[in-house]
């Protein structure tokens, strides 16, 4: 789509990393481009803004960061947090709470002064006010020790000169404020101020939680959705960093990440620059740090469990994905099909599905091979699976689990394919004279040349084979029908997985268990049936298999023995 509507493109030289993200975030304002991350909150969330320049300062609300040279704390979500800091805020620190204008027109108090709220600046001189305007900044920055230590050394002080008054309203003070700051969570043992950001993606949906913690409290949390988003996450990661500390006025001491992305270093030197201190851009990989970021993502995912229809969201998927793949019809049904192997051994096939784009966890089958005997040969193995599932579907009748599914998947390429059509048409089906679709997707991995360092092959795009269509297609990365056609198959891969080692564990006791003198094929079924599954024999005692139907002590004492031995080799 970017593609088509592009008609040229300019670019800028800058002399470093810095520099080219300072003229990006300028131009993004300024052009408003169309694919652009977009903070659209910018009139739902409110800030609370301090001007230190005035002569008596005042909290007030507002709406919108601007560069004005004043100090802004927040954003606050949901707003009622915000009227309720500012409230506590002026009644435990007496500020004033009057516009300028009347702050200059008054001759005298007001209530707020009459009910110790506001000391009358309006009026009266008021000397500890500059004190009162750094306790309420600390206050909202999150600064607990600091401001409580202040407001210790006044009080005392104040008792020491035998103000009483004035220090009882110190201790008053001091004490709401710690009321204040033990409802908020201690998440962190340092004392510096972090923001954390968690992040969470569904196809091309994603949602952001920002964590402040300050002096290692959790002292606010905001969350940010965007739609339609199919750039990679590293992409969305940094756009969405650089407009978001473009608006926001304080700056902490670490950004902690979920995920890196290229340019953080410029980023973190932007940031430093703009807050006049030293400021960390890390994506930590364990300890405390990263903790903080997986209770971020955390957050994130139940944001977007709270405010997202997974149903909307499953039609939008499945639509997408039919107009990508031009399919017949809406792929409401859809089914996968995977092979589970291991040289030859107990070869198994899987069937998911998908209604409506949700797992119908009811509707699974798994599928014993029983024509691949001792040899790995996945066509054969799912020409044998699909054969026995379109078999049944030829006497189904409409609403029957087994009908043809709108879309039919087998997890492979162009052979898995061709197998699939051909279990079609030895079936008596025949693409377009019946109501499914048929896709092969499959995932590659792009072999390291020789003498590469370990670990530098990487994963290539998932590709979609289509029917007579002779190159395949790749989906953008990050795109809904992309993730849902991964969703089906790599649930079909566990699903197989998963029967896969259990046929070979009970097969590799079995054969095992053959090998106890006294313990012959009759004992071995007698055995099994009597216990019901593996682990109840491995845990039971000798008396507990002599008393199995067809065992006698000896023997009994053979398979305890045996059991036994096999499991101190395992530890």
């Known amino acids: 789509l970017l593609g088509r509507l592009l008609g040229d493109i300019e670019t800028i030289v800058t002399t470093n990393e810095k520099e080219a993200l300072l003229v990006e975030d300028t131009l993004v304002k300024q052009h408003r481009p169309r694919f652009n991350v977009k903070l659209r909150d910018d009139k739902n969330y409110l800030v609370l803004r301090l001007d230190p320049r005035a002569r008596y300062p005042r909290l007030e609300l507002q709406r919108r960061i601007r560069e004005d ?131 969470h993606r569904e196809g091309d949906v994603v949602e952001v939680a920002f964590l402040r913690v300050r002096q290692g409290r959790l002292t606010g949390q905001q ?22 500390y473009h608006r926001e006025g304080t700056v902490p001491d670490e950004v902690l990440l979920p995920l890196p992305f290229e340019g953080a270093a410029a980023l973190a030197e932007w940031l430093a620059e703009r807050a006049g201190h030293r400021v960390e851009v890390l994506c930590p990989q364990r300890g405390p740090r990263h903790d903080l970021v997986g209770l971020a993502n955390t957050n994130a995912r139940a944001f977007f469990a709270t405010c997202r229809d997974p149903a909307v969201d499953a039609q939008e998927a499945l639509a997408k994905l039919q107009r ?55 066509y054969a193995a799912l020409y044998e699976v699909l054969s026995r599932r379109l078999r049944r579907a030829r006497d189904a009748r409409e609403g029957d689990p087994w009908a043809l599914p709108d879309l039919l998947v087998v997890d492979g390429g162009k052979g898995q394919l061709s197998t699939a059509l051909m279990a079609l048409r030895d079936a008596g089906l025949e693409l377009g004279k019946i109501e499914m679709d048929l896709i092969g997707l499959a995932k590659e991995v792009h072999e390291a040349p020789a003498g590469a360092a370990p670990g530098t092959a990487r994963d290539l795009p998932d590709r979609v084979y289509l029917p007579r269509v002779k190159d395949p297609l790749q989906l953008r990365p990050g795109s809904a029908e992309l993730l849902l056609l991964r969703r089906v198959r790599d649930e079909s891969h566990r699903f197989a997985i998963a029967y896969h080692r259990k046929l070979r564990g009970r097969r590799a006791l079995r054969s095992a268990l053959a090998e106890i003198p006294g313990v012959g094929p009759k004992r071995r079924r007698e055995l099994l049936r009597h216990f019901g599954s593996v682990r109840a024999l491995r845990a039971a005692t000798r008396d507990e298999i002599a008393a199995a139907p067809g065992m006698s002590r000896p023997a009994a004492e053979a398979v305890f023995n045996f059991l036994r031995a096999v499991g101190n080799a395992r530890e």
Not at 153 to 173: G, K, N, V
Not at 353 to 358: I, P, R
């Open 324 to 378: 990508r793949l031009r399919l017949s019809r809406l792929p409401r049904r859809i089914e996968c099909f995977d092979i589970s192997t291991m040289q030859g051994v107990a070869t198994v096939g899987s069937r998911v599905v998908l209604v409506d784009g949700q797992p119908a966890k009811n509707q699974y089958r798994r599928f014993q091979v029983r024509t691949v005997n001792e040899h790995a040969d996945d």
């Open 69 to 199: 040279g004043a100090r802004y704390f927040g954003p606050y979500y949901p707003a009622r947090a915000a009227r309720a800091t500012l409230k506590a805020a002026n009644k435990h620190f007496g500020l004033r709470s009057c516009t300028d204008r009347m702050l200059t027109s008054r001759t005298r108090p007001c209530l707020q002064f009459q009910i110790g709220w506001c000391p009358a600046p309006c009026v009266q001189e008021v000397a500890d006010y500059a004190d009162r305007v750094r306790d309420v900044t600390l206050f909202l920055e999150g600064r607990s020790a600091e401001l409580t230590q202040r407001l210790q050394t006044r009080m005392q002080a104040a008792a020491a000169a035998e103000e009483f008054e004035r220090a009882a309203a110190l201790r008053d003070r001091l004490a709401a404020v710690e009321v204040a700051l033990t409802q908020q969570r201690v998440v962190a043992a340092t004392l510096v101020d972090q923001d954390v950001v968690g992040y």
């Open 223 to 244: 969350r940010f959705s965007f739609a339609g988003q199919e750039f990679p996450d590293d992409e969305i990661l940094s756009s969405f960093l650089s407009l978001y």
